[in-house]
């Protein structure tokens, strides 16, 4: 193994406990077959003023990284911060070298390949991971398939074949797509990319709390809203937030305000139901959008209250979209995900849920839900501002426009891919 690999980290499960060397290309725990985490504590920080002349990318923080440089870089990170209203601004994350902000994450995965140099690169992903990963594999001179769901974006597909990757794409819905990506991540060579099981993608999201609290001198807004599917960007920022406290770089840690769309809101509907996990499975159908339903039991006995009915705003959390045994939160057929127009967080089951809940409670925050329709008048209005974002991107906009006292102070979203990527959302 090379040299470079030889001060590095390992991984470690936070269920049981089972560590991993990092340059074993063990992509999940070999017991419980969840998530890694890595054993990475910065061991010393920067003050924001003293950054000035470092390289204008995510990489000017490398004292924070478990990589602290690489040579795949597209100069990502260092995006604009711009104001929508007296209280809230936007980070505008589609401004990356593939358009979203998945590229934070990309870059560390895709440089930790590198120095592993395995046989080939496999990914996973709904779109924007897909295309950051082909970009940084083709950078990287790896060989790199990408497993895409049935109905991704056709401009998301086109570059993803664009950087040369092999796109595979898989009936059903994303947690099919899931499956045959792990089936060939266990193959003999293969480096399995996962933006969700693999914590060095959230090395490289928390850059994000890390721009920020640059950009506002050496501290965090009041809240931060985040879109929520698999958590990557939240338990990123959770992470920054942590560690930036841990030093006393920060006097003040954010709330988390993490946002769903209605039609696949699972974990708001666990937060609603004080659950430190996803609802069982069959519960979530319960609480899904318009249902009203009568409630059901949790494993410890409480209740869990059925879903309201209603349209139009924001609700808060507790929206349903969980799918239930032989069916979804849409009521269509088993096996399909309900519709809805933000596809990057449409995740009915994220891996890594309890430490998504356990982020937004520790922080104060809260959940919050948004309808088709307000995705759509959210999209609209940023691009009347100037700002064109793709759907999913849009949906902490959405939540946030519609105000409460979720979004009170000093807010900021994130605009998390472009326009570009999917288009204006057709009118209902």
């Not at 923080?61 to 936007?90: H, N, Q």
């Not at 797509?177 to 060579?189: F, L």
């Not at 249902?291 to 006995?301: K, S």
Request: a neutral charge; glycine letters at 14%; aromatic letters at 6%.
């Amino acid at each position: 193994m090379p040299d470079m690999l030889a001060d590095m980290t390992s991984y470690h499960c936070p269920v049981d406990g089972t560590r991993s060397a990092i340059t074993a290309l063990t992509w999940c725990c070999p017991v419980c077959r969840g998530p890694w985490d890595l054993d990475f504590t910065p061991a010393r920080g920067v003050a924001a003023n003293a950054l000035a002349g470092r390289a204008d990318s995510l990489w000017r923080y490398k004292e924070f990284l478990p990589l602290d440089t690489s040579a795949i870089s597209l100069g990502e990170g260092r995006t604009p911060l711009v104001p929508l209203t007296d209280t809230v601004s936007a980070k505008l994350d589609f401004l990356m070298p593939t358009l979203s902000f998945k590229d934070r994450g990309a870059v560390m995965l895709g440089e930790l390949a590198r120095r592993l140099g395995p046989d080939r690169v496999v990914a996973d992903s709904s779109g924007n991971a897909g295309t950051s990963f082909a970009a940084y594999c083709a950078r990287a001179g790896l060989p790199c398939t990408v497993y895409v769901p049935e109905g991704t974006s056709a401009k998301k597909t086109e570059q993803i074949r664009a950087h040369g990757a092999r796109l595979v794409t898989v009936p059903g819905d994303r947690e099919a797509t899931a499956r045959a990506a792990r089936a060939a991540a266990d193959e003999p060579g293969v480096f399995y990319a996962s933006h969700v099981f693999n914590p060095y993608f959230l090395h490289g999201t928390k850059t994000y709390a890390y721009e920020l609290w640059e950009d506002l001198g050496g501290r965090l807004p009041e809240a931060l809203a985040v879109p929520v599917g698999n958590g990557t960007l939240l338990l990123g920022v959770a992470l920054a937030v942590a560690e930036l406290d841990a030093l006393g770089l920060i006097t003040a840690r954010p709330r988390l305000i993490a946002v769903q769309a209605e039609a696949v809101s699972p974990l708001a509907a666990a937060f609603r139901a004080g659950a430190e996990d996803l609802l069982p499975v069959g519960a979530g159908d319960l609480l899904r959008d318009g249902a009203g339903g009568a409630g059901g039991l949790l494993p410890d006995g409480r209740t869990v209250p059925g879903g309201g009915a209603g349209a139009g705003g924001v609700r808060g959390a507790g929206a349903g979209g969980v799918p239930g045994a032989g069916g979804n939160a849409a009521g269509g057929a088993g096996g399909v995900e309900p519709a809805t127009l933000a596809e990057g967080i449409a995740i009915p089951r994220p891996p890594r849920a309890r430490q998504i809940l356990a982020a937004v409670r520790e922080s104060g925050g809260t959940f919050l839900t948004v309808p088709e329709d307000g995705i759509r008048e959210a999209q609209r209005d940023l691009a009347a501002r100037g700002l064109f974002v793709e759907t999913t991107g849009v949906a902490c906009w959405a939540a946030v426009r519609a105000g409460g006292d979720a979004v009170r102070g000093e807010v900021v979203v994130p605009l998390c891919g472009s326009g570009l990527k999917t288009g204006m959302a057709a009118s209902a």
